[in-house]
Each structure stands twice: as structure tokens, then as C-alpha cells.
């Protein structure tokens, strides 16, 4: 597994090696692999928005519906949460999982340790709706 390396919503580039790079000011784009690359795909897949991506509206998490209710129902969003880890062919199994949500900020926090077959990560994930 690799992807890009994403930091604040850019790709991350290394330092420039000379005038041969893709550009000048910058060097070659990172590449992440494994549990790294893994910990980057679980991570925007929890912030992505039921529908965000036009390219496969079916992905992402029906975020609104799950915290823009009068009670928030811990259970449900804990199975919304497990579903969209679960997504990902390289998880093998959730090892725990946690979240809590603070309707005065309307910011959720998700915490989570799978293993996968790069090995066992442990993550957070943070987001407001």
C-alpha cells in the first residue's frame, strides 16, 4: 500500500535536489507505505462527508445524520465508525475503538487501534461538523 503524503490539505514535497526535480522550488513528492500510508487512508476516510467526493458518492460517513440530532446515540455512531474502518481491505480487525462528540463545539474525536497486515496501528482522528 503507499499514497501521497498529505499535510494541510497539500501533497508534501521533499527538499529541492537541483534543477531535475518536477519543479525547481520543490523536490520530489513523499511517498507513504504501509502502516504510515494506512494511518493517512483511515484517517481522511473518517473526516470524508457521506457524498463529498463526486467520483464515488457512496463513500464517506453520514456524519450529519449521526450528530445533528437533539440526543446523540453513542451506539450508532460507534457502528458508522467501525463500517467505514472496516472499508478498508488492508484492516483486519478493530482491536478497540473509541469517540466522543461535544455538541457545544460540534467536534467529534475518534480514537481507534486496528490490526491490519502492515501491523497494528493506533490513531485519532478530529473533525467538526
Do not use: C, H
Not at 520530489?28 to 473526516?47: F, S, T
Not at 488492508?90 to 497486515?117: C, G, H, M, N, W
Amino acid at each position: 500500500m503507499k499514497t501521497f503524503k498529505i499535510e494541510n490539505n497539500d501533497l508534501v514535497y521533499t527538499e529541492s535536489q537541483g534543477s531535475n526535480d518536477l519543479t525547481p522550488n520543490r523536490g520530489r513528492l513523499v511517498m507513504l507505505e504501509g502502516v504510515d500510508a494506512l494511518r493517512q487512508i483511515l484517517g481522511n476516510r473518517l473526516k470524508m462527508f457521506l457524498g463529498e467526493w463526486y467520483l464515488a458518492p457512496n463513500e464517506g460517513v453520514d456524519w450529519l445524520s449521526l450528530v445533528d440530532q437533539k440526543i446523540f446515540v453513542r451506539s450508532a455512531f460507534l457502528d458508522e465508525v467501525r463500517k467505514a474502518i472496516l472499508k478498508e481491505p488492508a484492516v483486519t480487525k478493530i482491536v478497540s475503538l473509541d469517540a466522543d462528540f461535544d455538541p457545544k463545539t460540534r467536534r467529534v474525536s475518534i480514537q481507534f487501534e486496528v490490526e491490519s497486515k502492515f501491523g497494528t496501528l493506533s490513531s485519532s482522528a478530529v473533525g467538526g461538523v
